[in-house]
């Protein structure tokens, strides 16, 4: 007669005791171990959990018909034929700053915050990418990453403008003590 699979049993042949590991929150399943010649059944009082098979995993470059596409424009122009990351993702509030807070120290840590997207190094961007994923796995449902390759975009934007601006406000100060130095100078020499 087959063996038919139920849900409180597990037969093995190996004549090895058979361990269970505790899962967190879960009561230790109590079991009775019955053995003869080879096989090994196990009886248990609650139904074994059932693993959730692994996540879909999407290449960068999917053109997926599943996946959530790019929407035409440039990220942070919605004036000018482009559109709003936050109005077109449509997250809460609160997601959003979440997601983008997270992206943002990921480009500050693992790239040039003076070079654009372009002019980055691959292999830094596909870090950043792929810890992004991680943390985030909803950001697969973006077909080609658009959603993350725009939160880095427009970090890497604003970053470079601050640096620009902190390398202009130090150059003034710069100037404004040599003029102040060259002021003294001249007062103290009477002219």
Known sequence: MPHEE???VAVTTASAPITRTPVLGVDRVQEKEYTRSRKTVTFSTEPEKKQNPPA???E???DDDFLIPKPPGE???????GYSLFEVLSWPRKKYDKVKKFINNLVEDHLNCD???SE???????????LAVEKYIFLKEYSGLWAVDDFIRNHLKYQKAVL???RLEK???EARSTLVEKGMRRASSGK
């Open 6 to 8: 139920h849900p409180y």
């Open 164 to 166: 620009r601006k902190e």
């Open 115 to 117: 070079l654009s997207m």
């Open 120 to 130: 980055q190094g691959a292999a830094n961007v596909k870090k950043v990418r792929q």
């Open 56 to 58: 879909m995993v999407f």
């Open 60 to 62: 960068d470059n999917s």
């Open 75 to 81: 990220v942070g122009r919605p004036g000018r034929g």
């Open 171 to 173: 150059i003034a100060a």
